[in-house]
């Protein structure tokens, strides 16, 4: 009987896979009143709630500026960092982040076909403008990641300047390798490599956590080691923080250099007082002559030698990755067999196309390593320069670039504000 | 330089030394203490076998391990073994379980952890709660050029360092990838890249090509494919009108002024040997293009980029055609119906009802006669593909037919013959999902079909007269008209509104954004509102409208008898952008290309760009 | 601010340097600031007040499985979502037997779901119903892969919105092989398979 059975219904599936491509089985007659139920959906997250989302980074940033600049209350900002945690990275789950953000703001710069939600433009562009008002208040604790750091930086420990500075050109690369592979649409690695989402997730791949825990326990003793050494969009907010209008201070009131801030700061954002007169002006002098003479010179060989590599960073492009696979079935004339193969060769595009697309894109790759790497080259030669260059400084101020802002150094100046 | 409990111990400064803050709570201290510990010890335990538990799965997946498939296989084998199926019933349960169980351990440890930790850095804080704030840097005034050259000692160091890995890397790495610009087949094409989002713009985009609930079928795609992807269509100019027929087209970069009398802007101009009112049609840098005569029916091959004559094809000896053609009017000619290209193959038609394939390569594919047409003016039904089918609309006095003919073989995968009576119009595509709906006029009725299986879906009485207007698609609305009957809106099959005044003749509509365009014979020039036929604006122009209206770049084409393309804004405002000739009289249609517009006049190919 | 700065500069004891310092200054605020403003105002112009959210493309969709291990999420989002418009209610079902299946019941060794999340139930003869699971389904498309090689293609794969964190670069569209992970505007929901073809 099963078999009788069985013959019928592969007969009917034989004929039916013949003749048509439609459905296979026709719609059934029920006679027992059933009725045919809808498919269930949940619908997504309501677009208010992702408008509360920015309304929210908006107060946020209101409240922690008012905190640093008005009420120099390091309670205060610590207390909104805790809800920032809790808003942006329990609740939120740390998606979309203005760290992130950039590469949507890039790739909507780059690819007129990628359309942009006006959210995502709010998380990237809100802290860059607070950040040109008041300084890195974004940093302080409204950015989720900052906040965590900030919390588990139990015991700081100073890192030399020597190493400080070397370790501080790791994000000008990373954003340059970021907003190119944004550019391109080929991956965002910010939010790929993001070490702390995971654990609000409490999901990541092994070596994300150990990504994260590793920075974690660096930084119980390394203030905030993600964000001065890892965080491409701390570039941008150093660059507003520099032209700030108002900046918090140290001191309430009046620098009497008493050094006792000296050591106070988490991310060693103090400058100094310098009053030392040049090194010998001639040797000076001659050093930065022939410093400006090689930035034009760092500039070229570093775009140069940054656009050589275009082709093994292109490959990170799912397109070129799969031409690249192609290639090599052509070439070898067999399949590799993988499913981004399979999958290719069931869409009926053919090579030659993929080809070109992924002509195009290494194109693409080959002048943005080149402008990449002149950026690189320009930032590298400003930084030889800057070691050469010294000015008079009295006072002991936060370092407008890379303070962030914490309100840890409030506490430690022993003069009272003026009334 | 660590900020432990020193005090400050320097003392030529006023101020005050050190600030007392709350130095009691040692009780508390010492009960931080412990807590840091045994939370810190917690951690780790968890931490420990959660790593342990996620090896453990790495290993051996509870339910992807095969051991049930296995025993299943034997099960198979055996002759209903009662004993070894109540077996696998035990295991699958106790794998499911396994597995389910270790999803929640995952989530439970990972909230330990996240708590005990926050539990320990809380007491640690606590613990390390100084009393006294401060200690003094000992940064020596003279050694501030020491630390500086060792900065720049060291950002030396890095930098030589990454200098030479990017070295190394571009010397080692270079040899194993392929250089695809070689590859490149649209230089002059400053379109965007191709993305993985492209998705979005084909969901967003104003034509409503896509509904995405109307997603059908697609289980089966796996089976030969050997057509271009709907993005692939959209990228070029495959029919007449530009891709699907819509009349909406997707290049940028247009120019709006050009003269070809004095060649400004004329990037190339060819003579084409052959009479013939077909438009151009496009793939890559392929442009394609038919004339005929009497005797000789020819398809030439261009390099769009240079006007370079790739090939020439006489079509010739094709079983069943007839030694003489049949008579054509003037104005119509033997080779009206424009081409269609797949990117594969072009396809061409003739008024003798030869239909023909070629490949890029200019050989022939296969060829056919459909019969030979009993047409008063001459076939002028142009071709459209819908995937792997060439679809052939084919009236004449004696019946209406519908074709879908292989694009591979050309031969017939379905034909509809219809009921009503001959037109010139041409078809258009309609993408529904997997499928797509075939809007095809003629007298009286517009009628869509199942582009795979020709079947009807709606007919619609509403037109008279000799119907040369193509319908128009958008926003799920399709639009016909024809002069000395009606303009109609239908939208599922159902008349929405109609309107009698400035009805097309030859032309035909485009809809775009919430309009109609309509142009006449007479020079007229309509904005319709698509949702109730109202009459949004109206324009007349000296010259009349044989060559259809089209949207590219935002903006109308239309083209007048004389050569003159008429520029407009399409949008709500009449707003005159340029009315640029080609000082050739032209009934055709442009094509376009990015920064570029094809015009076929009365002798001559134009190519229209910077 | 501003202000402050421009009367400091009328100031005569303040020397000229700074003065042009400041200029400097006041020039690049106004440098940062407009490259701000034109940055966003570009990308504002091409924005939408919409959010996007990640969908599969079932007519893409491949079934290779990477769903159910790349999710960022523990239990992937993706979940096998039954038209039962499509479906044809059929007693031997491609995604709920595996495919050699001799006895067509309820039986563990008969399911082809690894999870079994895929429920039968009885409706009229001949027919049957199938539901899914979702806090069971893990998103491995097993039974997709069974109903669209044998049936009609009514189960398929879809992202849950419920359950989908929305990361701003989905982990399962870098892995996917056939580019079927999309975003699409949050309005538009989901990319589900409609009723009968005709």
């Known amino acids: 009987?099963?078999?009788?059975?069985?013959?019928?219904?592969?007969?009917?599936?034989?004929?039916?896979?013949?003749?048509?491509?439609?459905?296979?089985?026709?719609?059934?007659?029920?006679?027992?009143?059933?009725?045919?139920?809808?498919?269930?959906?949940?619908?997504?997250?309501?677009?208010?709630?992702?408008?509360?989302?920015?309304?929210?980074?908006?107060?946020?940033?209101?409240?922690?500026?008012?905190?640093?600049?008005?009420?120099?209350?390091?309670?205060?900002?610590?207390?909104?960092?805790?809800?920032?945690?809790?808003?942006?990275?329990?609740?939120?789950?740390g998606c979309v982040c203005s760290v992130g953000s950039i590469q949507n703001v890039t790739l909507s710069l780059f690819q007129s076909n990628?359309?942009?939600?006006?959210?995502?433009?709010?998380?990237?562009?809100?802290?860059?403008?607070?950040?040109?008002?008041?300084?890195?208040?974004?940093?302080?604790?409204?950015?989720?990641?900052?906040?965590?750091?900030?919390?588990?930086?139990?015991?700081p420990i100073s890192i030399p300047t020597w190493l400080n500075k070397p370790l501080s050109a790791i994000p000008y690369i990373y954003l340059v390798l970021a907003l190119l592979l944004a550019a391109t649409g080929a991956d965002f690695i910010i939010c790929r490599y993001d070490p702390f989402i995971g654990f609000f997730r409490m999901n990541a791949t092994f070596g994300m956590f150990v990504f994260g825990a590793?920075?974690?326990?660096?930084?119980?003793?390394?203030?905030?080691?993600?964000?001065?050494?890892?965080?491409?969009?701390?570039?941008?907010?150093?660059?507003?923080?520099?032209?700030?209008?108002?900046?918090?201070?140290?001191?309430?009131?009046?620098?009497?250099?008493?050094?006792?801030?000296?050591?106070?700061?988490?991310?060693?954002?103090?400058?100094?007082?310098?009053?030392?007169?040049?090194?010998?002006?001639?040797?000076?002098?001659?050093?930065?002559?022939?410093?400006?003479?090689?930035?034009?010179?760092?500039?070229?060989?570093?775009?140069?030698?940054?656009?050589?590599?275009?082709?093994?960073?292109?490959?990170?492009?799912?397109?070129?990755?799969?031409?690249?696979?192609?290639?090599?079935?052509?070439?070898?004339?067999?399949?590799?067999?993988?499913?981004?193969?399979?999958?290719?060769?069931?869409?009926?595009?053919?090579?030659?196309?993929?080809?070109?697309?992924?002509?195009r894109i290494q194109h693409f790759f080959y002048y943005g390593t080149w402008i990449g790497g002149a950026f690189l080259g320009l930032f590298f030669g400003i930084s030889l320069l800057k070691t050469s260059i010294v000015r008079r400084q009295e006072d002991y101020e936060p370092d407008k670039g890379n303070c962030v802002s914490c309100g840890k150094c409030y506490k430690y100046c022993p003069v009272p504000p003026t009334p | 330089m660590d900020t432990s409990n020193s005090i400050v111990n320097n003392t030529n400064i006023n101020s005050p030394q050190s600030i007392p803050t709350n130095s009691g709570g040692v009780r508390g201290k010492y009960i931080a203490k412990y807590m840091a510990i045994l939370s810190i010890v917690i951690v780790i335990i968890v931490s420990m076998f959660m790593i342990l538990n996620y090896i453990q799965i790495k290993v051996h997946h509870p339910i992807e391990s095969g051991t049930i498939d296995n025993l299943v296989k034997k099960l198979d084998g055996s002759d209903d073994d009662k004993v070894l199926r109540e077996q696998i019933r035990v295991i699958d349960l106790m794998s499911r379980k396994a597995y389910f169980s270790y999803l929640w351990q995952l989530k439970?440890?990972?909230?330990?952890?996240?708590?005990?930790?926050?539990?320990?850095?809380?007491?640690?804080?606590?613990?390390?709660?100084?009393?006294?704030?401060?200690?003094?840097?000992?940064?020596?005034?003279?050694?501030?050029?020491?630390?500086?050259?060792?900065?720049?000692?060291?950002?030396?160091?890095?930098?030589?360092?990454?200098?030479?890995?990017?070295?190394?890397?571009?010397?080692?790495?270079?040899?194993?990838?392929?250089?695809?610009?070689?590859?490149?087949?649209?230089?002059?094409?400053?379109?965007?890249?191709?993305?993985?989002?492209?998705?979005?713009?084909?969901?967003?985009?104003?034509?409503?090509?896509?509904?995405?609930?109307?997603?059908?079928?697609?289980?089966?795609?796996?089976?030969?494919?050997?057509?271009?992807?709907?993005?692939?269509?959209?990228?070029?100019?495959?029919?007449?009108?530009?891709?699907?027929?819509?009349?909406?087209?997707?290049?940028?970069?247009?120019?709006?002024?050009?003269?070809?009398?004095?060649?400004?802007?004329?990037?190339?101009?060819?003579?084409?040997?052959?009479?013939?009112?077909?438009?151009?049609?496009?793939?890559?840098?392929?442009?394609?293009?038919?004339?005929?005569?009497?005797?000789?029916?020819?398809?030439?091959?261009?390099?769009?980029?240079t006007g370079a004559l790739i090939w020439t094809k006489e079509i010739k000896n094709i079983p069943g055609s007839p030694a003489k053609s049949p008579k054509v009017t003037n104005d119509t000619g033997h080779s009206a119906a424009s081409l269609t290209t797949d990117g594969k193959r072009v396809y061409a038609i003739f008024s003798n009802g030869d239909i023909v394939a070629f490949d890029y390569e200019g050989k022939q594919v296969w060829a056919k006669n459909l019969g030979v047409p009993d047409n008063h003016y001459g076939h002028s039904s142009s071709l459209q593909f819908f995937k792997n089918k060439l679809i052939v609309q084919y009236d004449d006095n004696k019946s209406c037919k519908l074709f879908a003919l292989a694009t591979q073989t050309g031969e017939e995968i379905w034909k509809t013959i219809r009921s009503g009576k001959i037109s010139w119009a041409s078809p258009l595509i309609v993408p529904k999902g997997n499928n797509a709906e075939i809007i095809v006029n003629n007298l009286p009725y517009v009628a869509a079909y199942n582009a795979e299986t020709g079947k009807e879906i709606w007919k619609l009485d509403c037109l008279t007269g000799e119907i040369g207007s193509s319908p128009a698609y958008a926003n799920g609305m399709v639009f016909?008209?024809?002069?000395?009957?009606?303009?109609?809106?239908?939208?599922?099959?159902?008349?929405?509104?109609?309107?009698?005044?400035?009805?097309?003749?030859?032309?035909?509509?485009?809809?775009?954004?919430?309009?109609?365009?309509?142009?006449?014979?007479?020079?007229?020039?309509?904005?319709?509102?698509?949702?109730?036929?109202a009459l949004i604006w109206h324009h007349e122009f000296d010259n009349g409208f044989y060559g259809s209206p089209v949207i590219a770049d935002g903006k109308l084409y239309c083209i007048d008898r004389t050569g003159t393309t008429v520029i407009v804004e399409a949008g709500k405002e009449f707003k005159l952008i340029g009315q640029p000739s080609i000082g050739e009289k032209s009934d055709c249609t442009p094509a376009f290309a990015d920064g570029m517009i094809y015009i076929r006049g009365q002798k001559n190919l134009y190519c229209i760009g910077k | 601010m501003s202000n402050e700065k421009i009367e400091k500069s009328i100031l005569p004891e303040t020397g000229k340097h700074l003065n042009r310092r400041d200029f400097l200054k006041t020039g690049l605020r106004a440098a940062a600031f407009l490259s701000l403003a034109s940055i966003t105002g570009y990308s504002l112009s091409k924005s939408m007040s919409d959010d996007l959210v990640w969908q599969i493309d079932p007519t893409k969709c491949v079934q290779c499985g990477k769903c159910a291990t790349n999710c960022v999420l523990n239990m992937s989002a993706v979940k096998c979502m039954h038209v039962h418009k499509m479906c044809g209610y059929c007693d031997l079902c491609g995604g709920y037997f595996k495919p050699q299946?001799?006895?067509?019941?309820?039986?563990?060794?008969?399911?082809?779901?690894?999870?079994?999340?895929?429920?039968?139930?009885?409706?009229?003869?001949?027919?049957?119903?199938?539901?899914?699971?979702?806090?069971?389904?893990?998103?491995?498309?097993?039974?997709?892969?069974?109903?669209?090689?044998?049936?009609?293609?009514?189960?398929?794969?879809?992202?849950?919105?419920?359950?989908?964190?929305?990361?701003?670069?989905?982990?399962?569209?870098?892995v996917c092989p056939a580019d079927a992970i999309v975003q699409i505007p949050a309005s538009k929901g989901y990319m589900l398979k409609s009723g009968f073809n005709t």
């Open chain 2, 108 to 305: 439970t440890g990972a909230w330990i952890v996240i708590g005990f930790s926050l539990i320990f850095i809380f007491s640690v804080k606590i613990y390390t709660k100084k009393n006294t704030i401060g200690t003094v840097g000992n940064i020596k005034p003279d050694s501030f050029w020491e630390v500086k050259s060792k900065e720049r000692k060291w950002m030396m160091i890095s930098i030589g360092t990454l200098a030479i890995v990017a070295v190394v890397l571009s010397l080692s790495s270079n040899k194993y990838y392929t250089d695809f610009n070689s590859f490149i087949i649209n230089e002059n094409i400053t379109e965007d890249l191709p993305l993985k989002q492209n998705e979005l713009t084909v969901i967003t985009s104003q034509v409503d090509t896509i509904t995405t609930d109307s997603l059908s079928q697609s289980t089966d795609s796996t089976a030969a494919t050997d057509f271009p992807t709907d993005a692939e269509i959209k990228r070029n100019h495959p029919a007449f009108r530009g891709p699907f027929g819509l009349g909406v087209n997707y290049k940028t970069k247009l120019p709006t002024d050009w003269d070809g009398v004095s060649g400004k802007n004329i990037k190339w101009k060819k003579a084409i040997s052959l009479p013939g009112l077909n438009s151009p049609v496009i793939w890559g840098n392929f442009l394609f293009i038919a004339g005929a005569n009497e005797n000789t029916r020819k398809v030439f091959c261009y390099n769009r980029l």
């Open chain 3, 101 to 174: 299946v001799k006895n067509l019941d309820t039986g563990a060794e008969n399911h082809l779901c690894p999870t079994k999340a895929l429920k039968r139930s009885f409706v009229e003869a001949p027919y049957y119903k199938y539901d899914v699971d979702e806090s069971l389904c893990n998103g491995c498309g097993k039974c997709v892969e069974g109903c669209g090689a044998f049936g009609n293609g009514s189960l398929h794969l879809q992202i849950n919105h419920d359950l989908c964190t929305n990361c701003n670069q989905c982990a399962i569209s870098k």
């Open chain 1, 214 to 359: 590793v920075i974690l326990i660096l930084g119980i003793f390394i203030g905030r080691p993600y964000c001065r050494f890892l965080c491409p969009y701390g570039v941008l907010l150093n660059w507003m923080s520099r032209l700030s209008f108002w900046h918090t201070t140290i001191t309430p009131s009046v620098c009497i250099q008493c050094k006792l801030c000296d050591t106070s700061c988490p991310v060693d954002a103090i400058n100094k007082p310098v009053q030392i007169k040049p090194e010998t002006i001639e040797k000076g002098r001659n050093r930065l002559i022939t410093l400006f003479v090689l930035l034009p010179v760092f500039i070229v060989a570093s775009g140069f030698l940054a656009s050589r590599l275009y082709k093994p960073l292109s490959t990170i492009h799912p397109t070129v990755h799969l031409a690249e696979e192609i290639k090599w079935e052509q070439d070898n004339s067999k399949k590799t067999g993988s499913e981004d193969s399979k999958a290719f060769h069931s869409t009926g595009i053919q090579a030659s196309q993929l080809f070109s697309d992924a002509g």
């Open chain 1, 1 to 93: 009987m099963q078999i009788v059975k069985y013959l019928l219904i592969s007969i009917f599936l034989l004929i039916f896979f013949q003749t048509s491509n439609a459905q296979r089985f026709p719609e059934p007659d029920f006679e027992s009143g059933y009725e045919v139920p809808e498919t269930q959906t949940i619908a997504p997250r309501a677009l208010s709630w992702e408008y509360l989302d920015v309304v929210v980074l908006f107060i946020a940033l209101s409240v922690m500026s008012w905190f640093v600049i008005k009420k120099r209350s390091r309670k205060g900002i610590f207390w909104t960092s805790i809800f920032s945690i809790i808003y942006f990275g329990v609740i939120r789950l």
């Open chain 2, 480 to 533: 016909a008209a024809n002069e000395y009957a009606k303009m109609v809106g239908i939208k599922d099959g159902k008349i929405v509104w109609e309107g009698f005044d400035y009805l097309p003749d030859v032309s035909s509509p485009v809809a775009y954004l919430d309009y109609v365009f309509f142009t006449t014979s007479y020079g007229d020039l309509v904005c319709i509102n698509q949702k109730d036929g």
């Open chain 1, 114 to 155: 990628y359309i942009i939600p006006i959210t995502v433009i709010a998380f990237f562009a809100l802290p860059l403008l607070f950040t040109l008002f008041f300084g890195r208040t974004f940093c302080a604790g409204v950015c989720f990641m900052g906040a965590v750091q900030d919390l588990v930086n139990i015991k």
